[in-house]
């Protein structure tokens, strides 16, 4: 089989259609491997090669599309930083993970950004920016290539029960999306402080690329000997 066979052609447009599917799995994942909802809320799905699970709450599904359709926004204009799924207890209130994808824009031509960036919560959401001039790029990378490695990122969430503590009250989440100063961002919205961990560990999951943006990962949790349980 020759490259052109095994080669996709990815715009910016599909590069955006890519992490927004990427970026829901994992987050649908995260929920379900963390006991955020109850299990029977969700059905099995085929992607990337694994089954993965997905939610049936209604209520979730259509508070994921909203976040996800003002990402895909935001993507296409090149605001996106990073997205970052906090993991609270209820009752305390505390930060006790925090689940974050880096986004970079995969293109050695393209200046880098000096923006510092504003976080959003996701009650709402951004906008606007330089990457424009890259819409009518196009790159090639194998499609099989870049499922491969965010299924690798998923089987890590997967096997996260391994290595995270248990989780000993009912949790809670949020989504916080970190922005360039320049986007635009609706008035649902809110900003929101960072929801950092103190005295964390810190486990550094897998990446993947596009060819047009770059997605690295990580998970941040607050040790088990130092709750109040």
């Avoid at 995260?30 to 085929?46: D, M, V």
């Avoid at 992607?47 to 209604?58: Q, S």
């Avoid at 391994?162 to 009250?169: A, S």
């Avoid at 809670?172 to 929801?195: C, G, H, I, M």
């Amino acid at each position: 089989m020759s490259a052109t066979d095994t080669q996709t052609v990815i715009t910016l447009k599909g590069s955006v259609a890519i992490i927004s599917e990427f970026f829901s799995t994992a987050i649908n994942s995260i929920l379900y491997q963390r006991g955020i909802y109850q299990p029977e809320t969700f059905r099995r799905e085929s992607k990337y090669g694994l089954t993965v699970l997905t939610t049936t709450d209604e209520g979730l599904l259509a508070y994921l599309k909203n976040i996800m359709d003002q990402m895909e926004s935001w993507l296409l204009e090149g605001d996106v930083q990073r997205l970052v799924v906090v993991v609270s207890g209820v009752d305390s209130g505390e930060t006790l993970e925090r689940w974050q994808f880096n986004v970079s824009v995969d293109d050695k031509d393209r200046a880098p950004s000096t923006s510092s960036g504003n976080e959003n919560d996701a009650s709402a959401t951004n906008a606007s920016s330089s990457a424009a001039a890259s819409c009518g790029k196009a790159s090639g990378k194998s499609l099989k290539e870049i499922h491969n490695e965010m299924q690798a990122i998923i089987r890590q969430i997967t096997a996260s029960v391994t290595f995270l503590p248990l989780l000993n009250e009912p949790c809670s989440f949020d989504l916080l999306v970190y922005t360039n100063k320049t986007a635009t961002v609706p008035q649902k919205w809110e900003d929101s402080d960072p929801r950092y961990i103190m005295n964390s560990q810190e486990v550094k999951l897998r990446s993947f690329t596009t060819s047009v943006h770059k997605i690295e990962s990580m998970v941040t949790y607050k040790e088990a000997d130092e709750w109040e349980l």
